[in-house]
Each structure stands twice: as structure tokens, then as C-alpha cells.
T-cell receptor, first 115, second 112 residues
Framework: GAVVSQHPSWVICKSGTSVKIECRSLDFQATTMFWYRQFPKQSLMLMATSNEGSKATYEQGVEKDKFLINHASLTLSTLTVTSAHPEDSSFYIC???????????FGPGTRLTVT | DAKTTQPTSMDCAEGRAANLPCNHSTISGNEYVYWYRQIHSQGPQYIIHGLKNNETNEMASLIITEDRKSSTLILPHATLRDTAVYYCIAYGYNFGNEKLTFGTGTRLTIIP
């Protein structure tokens, strides 16, 4: 149980385009989903927290207009990187937390490369 | 959330027990000790968590000192597949604002 998937697993896009990453909880309902970013040889950095049906809460320094998060259902959250630039190239990881739970279960990550 | 301190790296021989320490001297009473690991280029994997009692599951054991200022994660029979970065995180209820804060973790290398 507690499986989280991400799609795509990797994506290459051109500078200036937008990319959407999906995060799904496959066998549980996730009231809260989290988006992290990880640069090479660094730790995970929380970007934003999203609760189903409400606006996401972004961490300090994360541009909410650049990283659009939608959490329209209890099993799906999406992160859209708008007008991507090479410095946005990173490993993006989502996690999900079930109703009344503390544990976060992580997806396998999406590697974004912007050329 | 309380800050945790872990050694940067450790080696362990395959088949031996791997003991990963973590200091969390400022942990508050409502914070649990959580352990996750991240194998290269994958998302973190939940291992175990505890509040003050020792815990064991199919993956590992968690030993928490009586004063809760430190803990040890034990992988009883390490295999090559246990090579990963291990994160110790103090994490507890915060009125719905709970967040996992990842430090730099311990890079565990299992030696054949």
C-alpha cells in the first residue's frame, strides 16, 4: 500500500516552454501533497504544500507564478513549470499524506532537463 | 521542527549490521523521529519512525535514548541494495502545517 506515482519520469524541454508533472496517490486518498526539488548532490528542498481543493502554500523564495500547483482531487496533484529555463533543470519529487496521517509517501521523481 | 545532526558518510560491510546515529537534542515532546532513505535518483523511501519507545519493522530497528536526544537506526543485515542516503528527521504535529525538513543525511555505502 501507500504507492505514489509520478509522470513523466523524465522530460526534456526547450527553454521558454511549460512542462506539467503529475503526482498520483494510487491506493489512498491524499488530502495533502508536497512538491520538492533536488539539485545534484543536494538534499530535497520543499517547494510547496497543497491541500485538496485549496490554493498551494509556497515556501519562501519559490515563485508561485512560475511553479503552478493544482490539487483538484484527493489522488492527483500537478506541478506546471512555466516558461522553463535551464536553471529549472532539477529532480522534482512529490509526496502525499493520507487523511489523518503523518507519514509522507514519496513518488519516484521526475527529472527535468531544460535545454 | 527540531534540527538533527548526522554523520556525513559511513561504510558498512555487507552482511553486518549498519548502525546510523542521529542527534536531535532540541526535539520537542510531540515530535517523532522519522527515518527515510533515498537511493540514487529515486524518491525517498519511508523506513521507520518512533516517539520514545524502540521500534522494529521488516526493514530496520530504531533505538531512541531515554532522554530522546539521540537515536540509532539499525539495519540488521546490510546488503548492497541498502547503499543510500539516510535521513533522520524530527517531525511532529503542527496544527496541520507539518513539514518534513530534509538535512544532508548520512551517505551509507555497503562494501562487498
Amino acid at each position: 500500500g501507500a504507492v505514489v506515482s509520478q509522470h513523466p519520469s523524465w522530460v526534456i524541454c526547450k527553454s521558454g516552454t511549460s512542462v506539467k508533472i503529475e503526482c498520483r496517490s494510487l491506493d489512498f486518498q491524499a488530502t495533502t501533497m508536497f512538491w520538492y526539488r533536488q539539485f545534484p548532490k543536494q538534499s530535497l528542498m520543499l517547494m510547496a504544500t497543497s491541500n485538496e481543493g485549496s490554493k498551494a502554500t509556497y515556501e519562501q523564495g519559490v515563485e508561485k507564478d512560475k511553479f503552478l500547483i493544482n490539487h483538484a482531487s484527493l489522488t492527483l496533484s500537478t506541478l506546471t513549470v512555466t516558461s522553463a529555463h535551464p536553471e529549472d533543470s532539477s529532480f522534482y519529487i512529490c509526496s502525499a499524506r493520507g487523511v489523518g496521517a503523518y507519514e509522507q509517501y514519496f513518488g519516484p521523481g521526475t527529472r527535468l532537463t531544460v535545454t | 521542527d527540531a534540527k538533527t545532526t548526522q554523520p556525513t558518510s559511513m561504510d558498512c560491510a555487507e552482511g553486518r549490521a549498519a548502525n546510523l546515529p542521529c542527534n536531535h537534542s532540541t526535539i520537542s515532546g510531540n515530535e517523532y523521529v522519522y527515518w527515510y532513505r533515498q537511493i540514487h535518483s529515486q524518491g525517498p523511501q519511508y523506513i521507520i519512525h518512533g516517539l520514545k519507545n524502540n521500534e522494529t519493522n521488516e526493514m530496520a530497528s530504531l533505538i531512541i535514548t531515554e532522554d530522546r536526544k539521540s537515536s540509532t537506526l539499525i539495519l540488521p543485515h546490510a546488503t548492497l541494495r541498502d547503499t543510500a542516503v539516510y535521513y533522520c528527521i524530527a517531525y511532529g504535529y503542527n496544527f496541520g502545517n507539518e513539514k518534513l525538513t530534509f538535512g544532508t543525511g548520512t551517505r551509507l555505502t555497503i562494501i562487498p
